[in-house]
């Protein structure tokens, strides 16, 4: 299918090309333009606005926070103005609820659709169209999509047809993963202060217990302290949880596991760790328990 | 190999069923005798106290708290006066670690081997000799005890010959799976104030990104709600999660999750939740982010 | 001397009044007209808007949260564009650290002066011209203001040339009172469910040791379970301590006790205390503990 | 009247001295015998033993924690055996509710009466004759012991007639005292990390808001980092909110504010600040927030 892509950073860029290698004929956009001209020489045709990456009358979109989902959306020549009636805007970025919803009822206001399709993966998975993509939006929308919801992914999840409860979806994964890496990180440091070795604690409750591929993964990562270079950044984690922490609000449902975690993220980064894998909260539980490291 | 058995409960009979059915020769004591019996008509001696447990020099523990191991072990014709020396202590509780290490200095003192033994498993696990296994004592005594300590589990890990390390070992991995069960609680509380239905998003977690059983398997009972009958009673969990926080105090390590998770226990049992399975330490969030249930 | 005053809510209004007892001459704005008629009344003028309020060159603003202030300063007919070169905007609103930064930057470009001037203490010491007032800003512009600033309080604090500061000082402050609101309503359940009576404990800790009338005074309203009516309601509390909290993230200092009595706030909005007062958190603390009120 | 005293350290010295002064007649015991024969020059008559410190049917004792006093009630030798029927043990120990509970019972089924009369007050309050003194036994003992319990302080508060309750008591006030040392820290952190002087801060809120002698001493202490020589050390701070939470746990009332106490003191304790003032706490937050003191 034929379909605009803007945002062209760490996640996007893969997603992109993954489209291309699936056959899609893409129009994409990028703020800083080097990085779309490579993926034109992949085979895409470079746009030269956001707007003209709206052409075609589908867009995904793949930023890095609220603030510019937020612009790209609502500012001058933005996608609200540029999108045809009927077309549609595809959200791969994980953003706020509230801005989730207020996006959803602005593209209804304009005539237009919109799927929140937020993924689960690092830019390896990315790279390998091994994504999750947890899709929500009007089922129409969704059916005519879902050539390029799949291209990306080895799964596509499709919600229903409220955008931003694939938002909430996506959040809710995150603060399991955020809570297992501060749960690896306490039980290290009372292990290490304990003398025993976290390695071979690890080895057992992930090897045979969890048998969870991703604790053995960040498992390693933290009993190594090998938080450079940095997969996702601490910084962008507190990110993650703060939104968790806003969706919780909004639900009203208290999410104390989210409130300490903020608090470990901010500690890491008051402590210069915010450029650091968001692994290294395990060291944040370390410095509190007295270690150096 | 010829030993004693002390505790014949939800978890301990079992496993001194596989020690039979391996071929080992048993001395079984129980407090309420009548579970000894069935024991001996399976093949076992009735002991007719835990004395008479300790004949052959290797003796079995397996009780509830540290109220009945210190007992059992420091009272009137307790093992540590009935054991001969050289003998050996193997104790599969969950207990402190503060009274493993007092409990090993006490066996050391009378020339005799204490071998911390804790597993991992519900009581259907311990049936099919699932069990996995965390031992730590002299290496002599391991080795010695081999035998037994490879047929009630399907993994036996050797820690070093610090027997409070396996017991420090064990307690971090209940540690754990708290931490999961109240992540996986937060998480479903806030989803189905938004909307979200949480079975499909533990499938999605739990199948393709977790890819654990572990997360599968208590996400379903809390996704269902299904809280009877307890694998694992709420109140139980709290003793663990109390004996954490005291190894935690001991290692002079906080663990701020585990502190968290104890006040959600607790609040459970005010509420009258402590015969139910530990997992509904979910349920506890779900109230405070008032669901009803 | 002459000055408009904007706001004319629970704390406005008497703080309005104040002014005029004191001599001052004003404009009066209020959203509501009614409202500012009662101080027409009462000797003010009436401005038929945000714009005539900046009359005579200095303008006092008191709002109910970040979104009135903000749309009150940079809209259409703000008071950005509405005061003149050299003149001073006082804002008396208790309002996030960083949009009291971007209030100042733009009063700075604009040539204007920008007072942050947030008040302690509830409408009854506002109508008794008993506020604490914490003031910062440029010193010539406070010096200009300093008898509007003491006409509605007992005591001025002047903290230095750089607004956000008060405002972060009048987030501590709120987060201290909170503070304590939680941990009476903490000890208070404990005493309760020991069959202890809380007022005698109240009476001996606040009369004998704190020997603080704020003690004494939240401690009685929570003692006797008198959440209503609100003097200040829980979810403007939970709107202040999101506030303190976005201050902590801003510094990044981590602020555990804040987002614990988030949650907790958070708690008594869903379980449908939004509209008691504040100190009901106290309430949450006995529903946690199995207490029915 | 007559009494024995045994304990005479930091507290329980002064208060001997005191219950001299007020010309009571005093049988003095301490492990340490020196500290006893400095108050036999005062004019104390010096016991030879724990039993000796029974013979006048009434004995008061302040000893360090619970193992203190269980020995000293229950071992051999101990007040349990010493003490006449009819005889009296005063204990002003800040021990666990269990403990109180426990030597209840046991002094009840000797036909001896039990009171706990925990003391609020620092060393300096206690040479002052300025404790305040909470008091719980049998109505009948208390009156009889009147004049010794008066002697020690300034008030003397009588609860009832449950003497674990008065244990309850002190421990929900020290609780009180760590939540507003934690708080200030807490806040503290913040105003310096935005450059705020805590010093103006305190000020204005322990001054004119709070007006709390206590939030102004404990915030001198803070606001100046004087914490030693240690008033009251933060690894008896430790063992106070230790004793407050496992009396939460008997009660079944989470007290979360406590739990994240424990937490910081117990991290403070793993960065060497066990012997510092417990108000130290606030130490640790400002560590946590990157500041390096």
Redesign the interface.
Known sequence: MELGFIGLGGMGEPMARNLLKAGHSLRVYNRTRARAEALASAGATLAESPAAACFSGTVATMLADDAAVEGLVFGDGGILNSLSRGGVHISHSTIS?SLSRRIAEAHQQHGQFFIAAPV?GRPEAAQAARL?V?AAGAAEAIERCRPALEAIG??L?V?GS?P??AN??KL??N??IA??L???G??F???R????DPA??LE??AG????????ENYGKIIAGQRYEPAGFKLRLG?KDV?L?LA??????????????I???L??G????MGDLDWSAVARV?AL???LKS
């Open positions: 609820v689960f999750v947890i080895r799964k999840v919600l409220d931003p409860a909430t979806f809710a994964g603060f399991l809570s297992m501060e749960s690896l306490e039980s440091a009372l292990l202060k304990s003398g025993v071979t604690f057992v409750m045979t217990f969890f048998q969870s591929p991703i604790y507190l703060r968790v969706a919780a609000e909004d639900a009203s449902a208290p999410m104390p596991i989210a409130s300490l903020r608090d470990n901010l500690s980064i008051a402590q210069g539980a509190k328990s007295g």
